[in-house]
């Protein structure tokens, strides 16, 4: 049972335009969501986090929102830039642990 | 601050064996977590250590195991080794407090024949 999904295995994104990625949960008591970045080859690199309190956080060109009667987050990225090409992890976690549970990852492609 | 280093970074064995991966944690960092990456499961957790006590065990059989120094460096060991076992070992760690940020190493590829 996928506590965590990232329904589009894939996007594709023109340059300077918006990447709108997306993810949902199930489990009521994740309290905590982060997104991370993957580079084949390379350890996931955190981006940005939101927790629960909050239903949106900003950070330069990443802005994450939280929807929590939903139970959906996306992240934003604008302007999308061919660098941001890579594979996109939705990670949640709760009750003070530790442990992410991950998305399966959405591989963006920013076309030049 | 030097980053989450993890070796060895490759790695090839025989069904049957055993393998210890190591990984030590970006200074300052308490927590060490590890994940399994597979084409078909995704990243998933394997446990987490905090000041050499195991807090958290994901879902996988016994013949994974971890341990964690006083200096919080992690090794984890996988006993028995099985194709399955193929796949990208990560470890992460975490400052503790009130975020959750987990910061990754590159990772060790398993590759089991």
């Known amino acids: 049972d996928q506590q965590v999904k990232q329904n589009s295995p894939s996007l594709s994104v023109q340059e300077g335009r918006i990447s709108i990625l997306n993810c949902d949960y199930t489990n009521s008591m994740f309290d905590y969501f982060l997104w991370y970045k993957k580079y084949p080859a390379e350890g996931p690199t955190f981006l940005i986090s939101?927790?629960?309190?909050?239903d949106k956080n900003e950070d330069g060109r990443f802005t994450v929102f939280l929807n929590k009667s939903a139970k959906h987050l996306s992240l934003h990225i604008v302007p999308s830039q061919p660098g941001d090409s890579a594979v996109y992890f939705c990670a949640a976690t709760g009750a003070g642990s530790y442990q992410l549970t991950f998305g399966k990852g959405t591989k963006l492609s920013v076309i030049p | 601050k030097a980053g989450v280093t993890q070796t060895p970074r490759y790695l090839i064995k025989t069904r049957g064996q055993q393998v210890t991966l190591s990984c030590s944690p970006i200074?300052?960092?308490?927590?060490v977590s590890w994940y399994q990456q597979t084409p078909g499961q995704g990243l998933q957790f394997l446990f987490e250590?905090?000041?050499?006590?195991?807090?958290n065990k994901g879902n996988f059989p016994g013949r994974f195991s971890g341990r964690q120094f006083s200096n919080s460096r992690s090794e984890m060991n996988v006993s028995t080794l099985e194709l399955g076992d193929s796949a990208l070992y990560l470890c992460?760690?975490?400052?503790?407090?009130?975020?959750?940020?987990?910061?990754f190493g590159p990772g060790t590829r398993l590759t089991v024949t």
């Open positions: 200074s300052g960092h308490r927590s």
């Open positions: 992460a760690s975490s400052f503790t407090g009130d975020s959750y940020e987990q910061y």
């Open positions: 939101i927790s629960s309190i909050k």
């Open positions: 250590y905090f000041s050499e006590t195991q807090r």
